[in-house]
C-alpha cells in the first residue's frame, strides 16, 4: 500500500517529442533540463545516463517476471521502480537552483516501501552461508545484472556529490539512499524469484576455481 504519511503530487511532464533527432548534440554536448550545454562525459551526464541503463535492464526482467505468474508481484513492483528511476533522473538532469518544488523527484517514502518489500520476501528465504552466483534462472542473473549497473549508478551519483561540493552545492542526499537501498533490493529480489519458482541457488565455493580443485 502507499505510504500516505509521504505521499505528495508532483507535476505532470511538459513533453513535446516531434522528433528524436537534432543534431544539436553532434559536437559531443547535451542539454540539461534547465537548457545548460554540458559535455556529454560530465558526471552529471553519466549520473543520469547510467540510471537510464539500470531503467532498460529493469524493463528487460520485467518482462522475464511478467512470463511466469508466480513472479506477478514483482513485475508490477519493477514496473513501480522504472518510474522512480525517471523522478531520480529528472532531478539528477536538473541543477539545484532550477529544480521546481513539484518537480519529480525520489522521497523517503520510496526508500520505506524498497525496505518494507525487501523484509516481507526475505521471511521466506533461507539465511545464507555463503554468497551466491548470478544464475540458475534467466531472471535471476537479469536481476544480479541489474544489482551491479545499480552499484555503479550509485557510484557516479557519491562521485557527483563530491564535485558539487566544492561548488557549495550538493546532490539530493535521497537520490544516494535510494540507489543504496534498490541494489539490495535486487539482491533480495533475485533470490525470492529462484525460490518461487523451485531453482536452486548456486553458492560461492572458492575450491570450485581451478586452482582450489588441482586442475
Known amino acids: 500500500m502507499p505510504d500516505k504519511e509521504f505521499a505528495s503530487e508532483f507535476?505532470?511532464?511538459?513533453?513535446?517529442?516531434?522528433r528524436v533527432y537534432t543534431?544539436?548534440?553532434?559536437?559531443?554536448?547535451?542539454?540539461?533540463?534547465?537548457?545548460?550545454?554540458?559535455?556529454?562525459?560530465?558526471?552529471?551526464?553519466?549520473?543520469?545516463?547510467?540510471?537510464?541503463e539500470l531503467n532498460?535492464?529493469?524493463?528487460?526482467a520485467r518482462e522475464s517476471a511478467r512470463s511466469d505468474d508466480r513472479l506477478a508481484s514483482l513485475a508490477e513492483i519493477l514496473l513501480r521502480v522504472q518510474h522512480e528511476l525517471f523522478n531520480?533522473?529528472?532531478?539528477?538532469?536538473?541543477?539545484?537552483?532550477?529544480?521546481?518544488p513539484r518537480q519529480a523527484r525520489i522521497t523517503e517514502a520510496d526508500c520505506r516501501r524498497l525496505e518494507g518489500e525487501m523484509d516481507r520476501m526475505n521471511e521466506v528465504l533461507q539465511p545464507l552461508r555463503s554468497f551466491v552466483l548470478p544464475g540458475g534462472t534467466r531472471i535471476n542473473a537479469e536481476l544480479h545484472i541489474c544489482r551491479t549497473v545499480c552499484r555503479r549508478a550509485e557510484r557516479v551519483a557519491v562521485a557527483l556529490g563530491a564535485e558539487?561540493?566544492?561548488?557549495?552545492?550538493e546532490i539530493?542526499?535521497?537520490?544516494?539512499?535510494?540507489?543504496?537501498?534498490?541494489?539490495d533490493a535486487f539482491f533480495v529480489w533475485s533470490r525470492w524469484a529462484s525460490c518461487q519458482v523451485g531453482a536452486a541457488e548456486t553458492l560461492w565455493d572458492p575450491n570450485q576455481s581451478a586452482s582450489g580443485r588441482g586442475d
Open 11 to 18: 507535476a505532470a511532464p511538459r513533453l513535446a517529442i516531434n
Open 56 to 60: 532498460g535492464f529493469i524493463g528487460l
Open 172 to 183: 539530493d542526499p535521497w537520490i544516494i539512499r535510494y540507489l543504496n537501498r534498490l541494489s
Open 164 to 169: 558539487l561540493k566544492q561548488d557549495e552545492a
Open 88 to 100: 531520480a533522473g529528472s532531478i539528477l538532469a536538473t541543477l539545484p537552483e532550477d529544480v521546481h
Open 23 to 52: 543534431r544539436r548534440g553532434d559536437d559531443g554536448t547535451t542539454a540539461l533540463a534547465g537548457g545548460q550545454r554540458r559535455r556529454k562525459d560530465d558526471l552529471r551526464i553519466e549520473a543520469y545516463g547510467t540510471v537510464d
